[in-house]
């Protein structure tokens, strides 16, 4: 693959995503296009441009975005946090709601395994707090192939088998003829999946009481890093959190509109505006 080929896909990406392909991973844009290059019938990524740029086509560009995604995802990531989420976090969130309704937005879900491991917790937590809670999750990724199995709530073995107990398989996924594992219709029914950018400054989801954004911002550049945080800052509801990977951190960011919160640890809440406009 030529450089400047590389360039105009690390370009796109980072147009449309915000992410930022370094140099070093030109390997990795060759290996995630791979098998769109034998579907299509070109030799290489730059035979793939080429056609791109003299035939532009928006779906087919989206296309390969998304296949240029990281997409690292088990079942139950970081489940000691998950768990705090649910025993501590949220009954919080329930006792200060209007009517008992709690909105989680899962950003960034990828093929699913996130928004269903909430969904597993919530069916097992016995907590007071919670019960007769209306609790929403809406999961969002801009990716529509990986939204595609993650509404269908399908898992190869390999899936299944990363992070998730025994126990859990059995109670909550049927074994279909395929070899395929199918989540719950019950669980698949609790969750919202849509087709979402983060990076779009117009799409606005309404106000959230907890945003789970794992995993996603440390594959941003920083300008877009920044306006990604103001937009989870302004649909987070008073008092809300935003929850990052368990290795993300914002401390070196200036001016940011999200701060750390007290409510557990990696936990961000909204930067009040004013103090956001007098810090800008």
């Known amino acids: 693959m030529q450089e400047a080929t590389f360039h105009e896909l690390a370009d796109l990406a980072l147009k449309q995503t915000g992410q930022a392909i370094p140099v070093s991973k030109a390997y990795l844009v060759e290996a995630r296009l791979a098998h769109i290059l034998r579907r299509e019938g070109f030799a290489t990524p ?3 441009v080429a056609c791109l740029n003299a035939r532009p086509n928006p779906v087919f560009e989206a296309e390969i975005v998304a296949a240029l995604q990281t997409r690292t995802t088990w079942f139950f990531r970081d489940r000691e946090r998950l768990n705090q989420l649910v025993s501590d976090v949220l009954p919080e969130r329930v006792r200060h709601s209007k009517a008992g309704r709690v909105r989680i937005w899962c950003a960034g879900v990828s093929t699913g395994q996130e928004a269903y491991s909430l969904a597993m917790l919530l069916k097992e937590a016995d907590i007071p707090a919670l019960k007769g809670a209306r609790i929403d999750i809406t999961a969002t990724d801009i ?6 199995q993650a509404r269908g709530g399908l898992y190869g073995h390999f899936e299944i ?4 107990s025994v126990h859990r398989l059995l109670a909550n996924f049927e074994r279909l003829e395929t070899g395929h594992w199918q989540v719950s219709e019950e669980l698949r029914e609790r969750i919202g999946f849509r087709q979402h950018n983060l990076v779009d400054p117009q799409a606005r ?5 907890i945003i789970l954004c794992r995993n996603v911002l440390s594959n941003m550049d920083a ?16 008092g809300g959190i935003v929850l990052l990977g368990e290795k993300e951190t914002l401390s070196a960011e200036r001016n940011c509109a999200l701060e750390p919160s007290r409510l557990m640890g990696g936990a961000f809440s909204a930067v009040d505006k004013t103090r956001r406009t007098q810090a800008a």
Not at 143 to 148: G, I, Q, V, Y
Not at 161 to 164: E, I
Not at 223 to 238: H, I, M, N, T
């Open 161 to 164: 088998q990363t992070g998730l």
């Open 143 to 148: 990716c529509r192939k990986a939204l595609d």
């Open 46 to 48: 730059d035979d793939l």
């Open 223 to 238: 300008s877009r890093r920044g306006a990604v945080c103001e937009g989870l800052a302004d649909q987070l509801q008073p």
């Open 205 to 209: 989801l309404g106000q959230f009481d």
